[in-house]
């Protein structure tokens, strides 16, 4: 039964990413993404970017994958970690894809925060558009994957929910910041959000 409901919600997920490509697509959303720009940096002071800027650090392809490699190794099941691998990838490709033929450039320069100096190399791949966010994707899908195993541990049964709270939490100031630094666009994080939702729930059926 429950994975029946994995199922639908990872075909849901990605039908909803599908339509709301099409519409990011015909510019459907161009005054929503500057005007929640513009609300969230005027909200959140140029005081707290380094510590967001953190978790863009973070949130980078080096980092989630050294992070799932750990999880998946930890969980000690081949079957859901060569699932859970392989649609990390597929994942992916479907946000290369769409930054590819998507045409849908990133926020002007005036807009970016980011506040360190440093970068992992990823951050100097640029497929030419920012939608939909490759730190949405991988934050999602980790977060996604993550629960998945709590739900699912014994041994975690008494302090599950301080810790789906924590995953919780981390989650949301990774998309937040997304938008906060000036890298992406709100469309672009919600389109990130469906990916790793849908290839989440995907690597949930093997769990």
């Not at 490699?69 to 597929?90: D, G, P």
């Not at 994957?145 to 541990?153: D, H």
Request: charged letters at 10%; one cysteine or more; aromatic letters at 18%.
């Amino acid at each position: 039964m429950k994975k029946n409901k994995y199922k639908i919600l990872a075909i849901i997920s990605f039908l909803l990413f599908v339509l709301f490509s099409y519409l990011v697509k015909m510019n459907f959303f161009t005054s929503f993404d500057y005007n929640t720009t513009v609300k969230i940096q005027d909200r959140i002071p140029t005081f707290y970017d380094q510590f967001l800027s953190l978790f863009s650090l973070i949130g980078s392809f080096e980092i989630t994958f050294t992070i799932l490699l750990v999880i998946l190794f930890f969980n000690k099941k081949l079957l859901f970690s060569v699932v859970t691998l392989a649609s990390f990838v597929l994942a992916h490709i479907v946000e290369l894809f769409g930054k590819m033929f998507l045409q849908h450039p990133g926020p002007p320069f005036m807009f970016f925060r980011y506040d360190l100096p440093f970068l992992f190399p990823s951050s100097y791949v640029q497929p030419g558009s920012s939608y939909p966010s490759g730190h949405s994707l991988r934050t999602v899908f980790i977060a996604l994957i993550t629960c998945g195993i709590i739900f699912t541990s014994k041994r975690l049964t008494n302090s599950r929910k301080f810790y789906i709270l924590v995953i919780a939490a981390i989650t949301a100031i990774m998309l937040l910041s997304r938008i906060s630094l000036g890298e992406h666009w709100t469309t672009d994080v919600i389109g990130g959000m469906l990916i790793g939702i849908s290839f989440g729930f995907l690597s949930l059926l093997f769990s």
